[in-house]
């Protein structure tokens, strides 16, 4: 990309908002399209969806658009590649919908969803694919194994360590139903981005707009970012009922969690980098992006004199 030069200050905010959002696709080499740059929109003031499409049809400046993606000025290369990717997408896509469906039956399991680069389009060959689930409360370590153990069987499991592994899955996020809000100092852009980019692909009780209700914290950051929702159906068939019922009373007896927490516990302290261990959540996150990224888009937001605290 092009260095770009400090002419910014005299822009209308909300050219400034277009621009900061533009900044922060532009660290991932991936253009949006505009009802994207619409839903990622990073502004903490009100904006019409009016004024945005003027702003936009008016034009900002070092931003460009060609086949209804925005782009920087220098970046015309991620253009043709999120093309090139797009069918990559449907395809992984599709192969995560079949996965969550086989996960489904897992009583204890109140939603997946799909998160990271995928979530947003951004399909590459060797991606795996990141899931994030909900359980029901005190399941989290017994419905991980029974997770875990399936996706084995199945041959889709990434395990760690593994540099690649096209199609795989990775559960790098699970937390339970009673602690969906996310900590005061995880609240940043970051983790905002990547709770509004997770797409729904099971849920029950309709716990994901709880979820989105415990952290409607995003807002100060995305206020477009939940506007519209698409409904989400969880299927259990009839004739399942009872094995369900069953292996839901297992999966909650004091004596499995307790068994099941113990041998991950010991594993994944073998493996230990970043990952977010407790109760109530774990996140295997082997590499710091949140530092990386938000100290990337502050550099490049001072350097066209945008404020990051805005």
Known sequence: MEELPKLYRNMTYQQQAILRTVLYSDLFAFPLAKEELWKFLITRRPLSKKGFEKVLQDGIPHVITKDGLYCLSGSEASLSKREEHRELFLQKMHAANTIAQKLSYIPTILFIGVSGSLAVGDARPQDDIDFFIITKKETLYSTRLIILSL????????????????????????????????????????????????????????????????????????????????????????????????????????????????LQLRTIRKHHTHEIVTKHKLAFHPYNYETHILRNFREKCEKVGLLTKF
């Open 151 to 262: 996706l084995e069987a199945y041959g889709l499991r990434r395990r760690a360590g593994e540099q690649t592994a096209p199609d795989k899955v990775c559960v790098n996020l699970l937390i339970d139903e009673t602690h969906l809000h996310w900590e005061k100092a995880k609240q940043n852009l970051y983790t905002a981005h990547e709770i509004a980019q997770v797409r729904p692909l099971f849920e029950r009780e309709n716990i994901f707009r709880r979820f989105l209700a415990a952290n409607d914290w995003i807002h100060t950051f995305l206020p477009n970012s939940t506007q519209e929702l698409l409904p989400i159906v969880g299927r259990i068939w009839r004739r399942e009922y009872l094995v369900l019922h069953v292996l839901q009373s297992l999966l909650s007896k004091g004596l499995i969690i307790n068994v099941s927490k113990a």
